[in-house]
């Protein structure tokens, strides 16, 4: 298909096993990919399903297509809360999860057929991540009260592949969940975790349910913040744009009165990362990433960004200046969606408008 002919609106089908988390597009191959919590759908740019993969008991999040390799990567969290229990409820299973946080990465050439099996049938490893683990279950003291996940750590769901603002070294980079809590002041920014894409392939290993496994590397690359305000569970869909040379996080809208809670963040790819005091981490600094100046700015907290209502669900560059946004719907236990095509104009108070 050609790159300039795409259509304007590809439709998923309908899907029991949760609402859109994330889309990838492949257009060479003439693909797009979609995870729907627990189940990765492939489909042809006119939506007919080429394939799906099935067998996660763990949330399948955002996901990034690398041109380098040819294959699809997610974040992929196995977490014992009310999220993970929600996923076992939903497959009819029973049970305690092992907290583990992963990239899972997907052979999209193998992937040739609906309800192909996650363990067995070849066509996905992962990585285990250690920081977002050990993050996830610090237990940290503050004035002698216990406080649980540092950087309010709920686990990992954007990720891409991005040069490093400000420097151009390609990495992968994926973003924490972050827990909403009005309560604390330790979880107003994105952290983001940085690492070359080659250095992982060594830990790929087969995740079964009977090996929730450890394979990964010690340390990421670098670990970067960028201040946005509070977030309900942080970056959900993180995309870099070659157009723009600029990276798009979309969350879901914070609830704390002194930020202007918007949906959309733009992160400055021109600007480098800075050491910098972490604002309301006691002391701690960190290599923090710039937001754009662009948009709609809120003077009393320094905060820059936009409204928009789709991204959170899954958002895609093309690198021409359009994006494919996951418009979702759900309804009586079945979820859908309807990937629309989209260009970036930089307008107030939405930087998109969809191409009819």
Known sequence: MSFYTLPTDIYTGKWREGHIQGIAVDLEGGYIYCSFTTILIKLDMSGKLVGSVRGFTGHLGCLAYNRADGRIYASLEYKNDVIGKGILKSLGLDGQ?????????????????????????????????????????????????????????????????????????????????IYGDKTRTDNDYQVLLSYRPETLFPYETVLTSEN??????????????????????????????PYTGDIFMAVYRGRKEQYPNYSLFVIDGKQPPQKKALVGHAGMTGEV??????????????????????GSTGMASLGDGRFYFSEDHGQNGEFDSHLCLYRYTGAIPAPFEKIE
């Open 97 to 177: 999860i092992k907290n583990a946080f992963y990239i899972a990465i997907f052979d999209g050439e193998k992937i040739i057929r609906p309800d192909m099996s996650a363990e067995g049938d070849n066509v996905m490893t992962t990585v285990w991540l250690k920081e977002a683990v050990e993050d996830y279950l610090a237990v940290l003291e503050d004035h002698g009260k216990p406080i649980e996940h540092r950087f309010g750590c709920s686990g990992i769901d954007g990720i891409t592949f991005a040069p490093v603002p400000g420097t151009g070294e390609r990495r992968l980079l994926v973003a924490y969940g």
């Open 212 to 241: 929730i496994h450890a394979a990964g590397p010690e340390h990421c690359d670098a670990r970067y913040f960028v201040r946005t305000g509070n977030t309900e569970f942080g970056v959900q869909n993180l995309e870099y744009d």
């Open 289 to 310: 990433l710039s937001l754009k100046q662009a948009g709609l700015f809120d003077k009393s907290s320094g905060i820059y960004g936009y409204e928009f209502r789709y």
